[in-house]
């Protein structure tokens, strides 16, 4: 077993990780640091899914670094070019020599004492033990998992004789060209699967029990276009940025407050990308409020394209049981399929499974609260990424990764080497930390972090609110404490008689 130390470790070397080592490079230069990654490769969710058309869910002006402009053209961009422009980034910014692959941290136990943690790890390749100690240990290893998604237990699946694909494992060699496809899901990753596959498979179903919300955005931002050479890049990308950052907080703030009337914004664009004869009641019009579940974004209409041309079409109906052609329906239908694809959701999994133990007592993550929705109450010097569930993922991991360099910088100059969130007395009523009703969320939610019912234990997905908090709100407060680090310990000294 090995051992070394860093001041700080990150976990996980994707969008969150890459850009978490990048701030401390440009706002924490003096704190060394290393970030363990369970796979063998740099970009997290955007080299793990390899699917047909994977794309990003956010425009790229918000999901793309602050500190590094977005220039790849399309405004919502397929997978492999996120891919690249995390690595890219990660290169710029020297963080790949940081980086030890195939390490998956396992435990980290803290000591008040030292005033630092001693952090597990398993070599995914050789099986062997790593132990490093940190002072400061930071999780962005986001919130599913990577292993394995989810998947119902389908009645009378093992009589299937056609293939079944969960999209988090796709095979590289999966051949659906002329065959017919069942895409099973409503949620963004089959609503990006149907169109990505009309082009080779016969044809392809998407069977849904219930309804999402979609809207069409287009890939190519006119904005962009019209900027573009006037202005320097740095500047057009600002600008870019909080135009979508302003749009998107609005489509939430009037699906919070009027309802009724994002209802009728997203049924009236339907109806002009659906043929009259659609019946858009039945496939989409979903039983929740606008966000109460993420928007699906239908990059240029593509997945309405594939209806009107008749390459796809949509079947609302609950699963009776599968047979050894397809799949029955609860009102009788059946679906012939050669490939079911389940885009069934993902399987939570809060801070990549660590386990984690405060001078020997164990921390239950569910028990915790979180504060600022990025530190848990009773762990000390330790931080998590989770981005907004209404807006681009990165603006959040930005701020989160600003504020833990302001934190450090903060105890370097008070000589402080501990910082623990302090829960209060009377934390009100708790709720998730994750506030979404998505099917993944709820299957999960108890063994998740919660929020409270004020700031700063509360959070209110609000950008602009979380920039005046995180970028340059105060450090101190009732709710976090800061110490130095105890005096060592010295063994007595016998007194002659």
């Not at 390749?125 to 290893?141: I, K, R, Y």
């Not at 039945?282 to 309405?304: E, M």
Request: positive net charge; proline residues 5%; hydrophobic residues 40%.
């Amino acid at each position: 077993m090995t051992a070394d130390h860093v001041d700080v470790l990150i976990v996980g070397a994707g969008l969150s990780g890459i850009g978490a080592a990048c701030h401390l490079r440009r706002e924490s230069p003096g704190k060394t640091y290393a970030i363990l990654e369970s796979r063998d490769a740099i970009g997290g969710t955007w080299d793990l899914f390899r699917y047909p058309g994977i794309r990003s869910d956010s425009d790229m002006f918000t999901l793309g670094y602050n500190f590094r402009p977005w220039t790849g053209g399309k405004v919502i961009a397929d997978g492999p070019s996120i891919r690249s422009y995390v690595r890219e980034t990660a290169k710029a910014y020297d963080v790949e020599s940081k980086i030890r692959f195939q390490h998956r941290v396992i435990g980290a136990r803290w000591s008040t004492q030292d005033a630092r943690w001693t952090v597990e790890a398993r070599r995914t390749d050789t099986d062997e033990t790593v132990e490093l100690t940190c002072g400061f240990l930071f999780v962005c290893s986001g919130y599913y998992n990577y292993e394995q998604g989810y998947t119902p237990d389908f009645p009378g699946i093992e009589s299937y004789a056609g293939q079944v694909v969960h999209p988090q494992l796709w095979p590289d060699d999966l051949d659906y060209a002329g065959k017919r496809v069942v895409v099973i899901g409503s949620g963004a990753t089959a609503v990006t699967l149907v169109p990505a596959m009309t082009d080779d498979a016969e044809h392809v179903t998407m069977l849904q029990r219930s309804p999402s919300y979609l809207v069409s955005l287009p890939s190519v931002e006119s904005w962009e276009k019209a900027l573009r050479g006037k202005v320097p890049e740095n500047v057009a990308y600002s600008i870019m940025r909080w135009k979508h950052l302003l749009r998107a907080t609005a489509s939430f703030q009037l699906s919070r407050h009027a309802p009724k009337a994002m209802k009728g914004i997203l049924r009236s664009a339907l109806l002009k990308e659906l043929p009259k004869t659609f019946d858009v009641d039945t496939h989409f019009r979903p039983r929740y409020n606008p966000w109460d579940q993420r928007l699906c974004v239908v990059p240029d209409g593509n997945f309405f394209k594939a209806i009107r041309d008749g390459k796809a079409d949509v079947v609302t109906d609950t699963i009776e049981t599968f047979t050894e052609k397809g799949v029955t329906l609860a009102s009788g239908e059946e679906l012939n399929a050669d490939i079911v694809v389940t885009a069934t959701g993902l399987n939570l999994l809060g801070i990549g499974g660590i386990s984690l133990t405060v001078d020997g007592s164990d921390v239950e993550l569910g028990d915790t609260v979180a504060y600022k929705g990025m530190m848990l109450s009773g762990v000390p010097n330790f931080a998590l990424t989770v981005g907004y569930t209404n807006a681009s993922w990165t603006l959040k991991a930005d701020l989160v990764a600003g504020y833990v360099c302001r934190l450090l910088n903060h105890m370097d100059a008070r000589q402080q080497q501990i910082c623990t969130p302090v829960a209060p007395k009377v934390t009100g009523e708790t709720r998730p930390l994750i506030d979404l009703m998505s099917g993944y969320v709820l299957r999960s939610v108890e063994k998740l972090p919660k929020q409270g019912a004020r700031a700063p234990w509360r959070l209110y997905q609000n950008y602009i609110r979380d920039l005046i908090m995180l970028r340059r709100g105060r450090l101190t407060g009732d709710g976090v404490r800061f110490t130095r680090k105890p005096l060592a310990r010295t063994a007595a000294v016998p007194t002659k008689v």
